[in-house]
């Protein structure tokens, strides 16, 4: 079995889904940390030819604090409006705003839960078939951090294979999942582009980007541009 996991982002980029797609379980790390200004509740779209970064409204943000205790803001119609501005006349407009719209005016208050719905969703428009289960119900409260509890998330699951972005070079090491009889892999974004209005591809922007953009079929294509190593 594959195992995949990371903390819950607001319509990431389009690496997360090749991952999504790469592995039989996503866990969405809600029990991790909350980190100020990094992209859990952001992410960039195209406006006028430029990366233009939207920010989901977060309440109850303090030091240490979760992001399975954090509370969605009052913004999102805000944001609505600024992707209906930038996508209205994008090819694919039409079958994923209503999606996004949707998402954005659910009705739930826990951020974990809120992007979760997000991913499950987006990830049912993609035709990904992964299971996804969130950490806080798998693993529960633990003193576990970093490449022990990514290994005891492995365990728990019965995996004999982990994939994670190429970032995570930096933290975990192959010899000590081999030692535990998990293979690790890295996945790293290959080449990635498409035709975006009539600007300079502008890339790395949200998964928003690229369904206003592609069709499902020219998307399932775009999940495999990926690099295992």
């Not at 208050?109 to 993609?126: C, Q």
């Not at 994670?164 to 930096?170: K, L, V």
């Not at 293979?183 to 035709?195: I, R, S, T």
Request: aromatic content about 14%; some cysteine; proline content about 3%.
């Amino acid at each position: 079995m594959i195992v995949g996991s990371n903390q819950p982002y607001l319509f990431p980029y389009i690496g997360y889904w090749q991952l999504m797609n790469a592995v039989d379980y996503y866990v969405i790390s809600d029990s991790m940390n909350f980190i100020r200004h990094g992209y859990i509740n952001r992410n960039y779209i195209l406006i006028d030819g430029e990366r233009h970064r939207f920010t989901l409204e977060v309440l109850g943000v303090h030091s240490d604090t979760l992001i399975n205790e954090i509370e969605v803001g009052n913004n999102s119609k805000k944001i609505l409006k600024s992707i209906f501005c930038a996508y209205k006349k994008s090819p694919y407009f039409e079958e994923v705003y209503p999606m996004v719209e949707q998402i954005l005016l659910n009705n739930e208050k826990n951020l974990a839960k809120y992007i979760g719905y997000s991913i499950e969703k987006v990830a049912d428009y993609l035709g990904i078939d992964t299971k996804f289960i969130y950490l806080s119900e798998l693993q529960g409260k633990t003193p576990l951090r970093g490449q022990d509890r990514t290994i005891d998330i492995c365990k728990r699951l019965n995996a004999d294979s982990f994939i994670n972005p190429i970032g995570g070079q930096e933290i975990y090491d192959k010899e000590d999942f081999h030692k535990e009889g998990i293979e690790l892999n890295f996945l790293q974004v290959g080449d990635v582009e498409y035709k975006q209005f009539n600007n300079e591809f502008v890339p790395n922007l949200s998964i928003l980007d690229v369904m206003m953009f592609n069709s499902k079929e020219d998307i399932k294509e775009l999940q495999t541009k990926y690099i295992l190593s």
